[in-house]
């Protein structure tokens, strides 16, 4: 699954397919250009965010940060890669789901401490943000001019103000590494960190481990990363996953290992239907071989009469191959796509948009003429992605369109670093799956069962998060007047952009779920999952 396939998850430029919330990387190694090594592993999690890239290094004296809204291959040239001289590194690849996506809100974050600076990369969405806010005010000095004094508006700035700003009782102030349990103690929601100081490399989890991070091995030193394809990269060797609720630090002394929070492990399933890439593992099974296994169990939940099995590409691919695997339909490219089409800045004329131009995927029409397709992809949000895609199959001369999806209906929002769609956006949230498929002009539509999906990641159900399907969220979450993208941005109640009472579109829809998890009322956003019955 490649990194130009995140942003831009359909046919329709401009529909925003799910998105996670960033990529981290940190490396230390004493005689590297661990500049460049951060490049790559950035380049390897590219997947994880596109908006924009930074990496900031330490010679042991001094912190230099680099970053830019754009793509790591937009960002850094050899001139700003070789100016980053050092031995320790941390690199951030981001899509926001806390702050706006503007250049101050690029990653790493970075602010002075007593003690010198530090620089601060995460993955992950925090709850408690609000929270976060009021204890920075609390800091000494936090007013106008002071190093705490927060200028921009994400939850990760608000955990970087707090670790540089902690004091002591008696007003000496606090190091990173002395700081670091009490401050990751208070934060709340999903959070891998990357972060440093002059001398030190340091990486951290939640309690819940909601996105991966491991550690890998360097003949030279030490790698942190979101995932293990960014370990292969720069040919580190995987050493173990960080512990949810663990606190690493690597200097010149070694590395070591500290417990913050208890271990309460709710790894996000969605990383293995979809968000991370098919060649890393996470909590020690293959993304890969997990989507291949989702797609044979539903073609075992959800056989169909057809002549050919086709993905929607690259996401929807393993998980057809397993669905042909296992139903002997034949499996065959019946889509292909333009591998350079990226985030779509420039939006298509309406002339062009009625000539059906399709930057992303186009019809194989020999290979689908008169053909029975099903049509594999991984998940259906708003549903205007497949919708656009059944009807260019029917116009290439398919017989008949069977859509499967390899995860099971999305009704809730996400607060832990996926930006999925308010609920009144979820098209699961209004329709059954029977006027989901009418909707969408499919002859049939079916998701894979909840338990399908989890069992596929052969890890156990109580140790993996599918709030998103379920709407069970293993982390208390606060009034939804707290909670938000934009919470720091704007004082409104409504902050996340979250839709009011009655305006769902999809509101009067039947509630049915094939899961037997019953619907709230829909229309009033990701406030609503608050209110779940």
Known sequence: MPGDGRLSHDLNPGEKGPRDACGVFGVWAPGEEVAKLSYFGLYALQHRGQESAGIAVSDGSKILVFKD???????????????????????????????????????PTFRATGHGSIALGHN??????????????????????SRNRVAVTNDTDLVTTLLAGQTAPDGTPLTVEQAAPEVLGKARGAFSFVFMDETTLYAARDPQGFRPLVLGRLERGWVIASE???????????????????????????????????????????EYVYLARPDTDIAGRNVHLSRVEMGRRLAAEAPADADLVIATPESGTPAAIGYAEASGIPYGAGLVKNSYVGRTFIQPSQTIRQLGIRLKLNPLREVIRGKRLVV??????????????????????????????????????????????????????????????????????????????????????????????????????????????????????????????????????????????????????????????
């Open 69 to 107: 809204m754009g793509l790591v291959s937009q960002v850094f040239d050899e001139t700003s890669l070789g100016s980053l001289r050092g031995h320790i590194a941390v690199g951030h690849t981001r899509y926001s789901t806390t702050g706006s996506p503007t250049w101050e809100n690029a990653q």
């Open 124 to 145: 992950g969405n925090l709850v408690n943000t609000a929270d976060l806010a009021a204890m920075v005010e609390e800091l000494p000095g936090a007013g106008r001019g």
């Open 228 to 270: 293990t394809a960014a370990l292969d990269i720069v040919g580190a060797s995987r050493v173990r996953e960080i512990e949810p609720g663990e606190l690493i630090a690597v200097d010149e002394n070694g590395l070591r290992s500290s417990r913050f929070a208890e271990a309460k492990p709710r790894g996000c399933v969605f």
């Open 376 to 533: 594999v992809d991984d998940s259906i949000v708003r549903g205007n992605t497949q919708r656009a895609l059944v009807r260019m199959l029917r116009e290439a001369g398919a017989a008949e369109v069977h859509v499967r999806i390899s995860s099971p209906p999305i009704k809730w929002p996400c607060f832990f670093g996926i930006d999925f769609a308010t609920r009144a956006e979820l098209i699961a949230n209004g329709l059954g799956v029977r006027e989901i498929g009418a909707s969408l002009g499919a002859d049939s539509l079916a998701y894979i069962s909840i338990d399908g999906m989890i069992e596929s990641t052969t890890i156990a159900k109580p140790n993996l998060c599918r709030a998103c399907f379920d709407g069970e969220y293993p982390v208390e979450l606060p009034d939804p007047e707290r909670l938000g993208k934009n919470l720091l941005e704007t004082a409104s109640p409504n902050a996340g952009g979250s839709p009011g009472p009655g305006t769902d579109p999809v509101a009067d829809g039947p509630l049915t779920d094939p899961d037997g998890v019953r619907s709230a009322t829909a229309g009033v956003g990701a406030g609503d999952a608050l209110r779940r019955p």
